[in-house]
């Protein structure tokens, strides 16, 4: 079992920054990541990273702008998010899981555990 708790949404506009950060408690995860999700639109893998290798993935829509990163010590994951675009504006998820299998598909795969979201706001 592994509980996610996420923090640091809020409102800012375009061109501006936020920093999400979910704190992670109970087993060990393979992968992590970051899932968001709009009205109307379907749910979008943002960012993951393998937790032991570190190596990092991104959907083409936010790569250049944002950056996934953990900090092993604090258990804690985070995404920063730079140029902020009001089409980011989206309820943002930690994802966690303890399947290796999630390393073959880390932006897609259906991932066990959810953090409650955060939400994220980007006016024009």
């Known amino acids: 079992q592994v509980q996610l708790a996420e923090s640091g949404g809020g409102s800012v506009q375009a061109g501006g920054s936020l920093r999400l950060s979910c704190q992670a408690s109970?087993?060990?995860?393979?992968?992590m990541g970051w899932f968001r999700q709009a009205p109307g639109k379907e749910r979008e893998g943002v960012a993951s990273i393998y937790v032991a290798g570190g190596n990092t993935y991104y959907a083409n829509s936010v790569k250049g702008r944002f950056t996934i990163s953990r900090d092993n010590a604090k258990n804690t994951l985070y995404l920063q998010m730079n140029g902020l675009k009001p089409e980011d504006t989206a309820m943002y998820y930690c994802?966690?899981?303890?399947?290796?299998?999630?390393?073959?598909?880390?932006?897609?795969?259906?991932?066990?555990?959810w953090g409650q979201g955060t939400q994220v706001t980007v006016s024009s």
């Open positions: 994802v966690a899981e303890v399947n290796r299998l999630c390393l073959y598909e880390p932006l897609a795969y259906a991932y066990n555990y």
């Open positions: 109970g087993d060990a995860s393979y992968c």
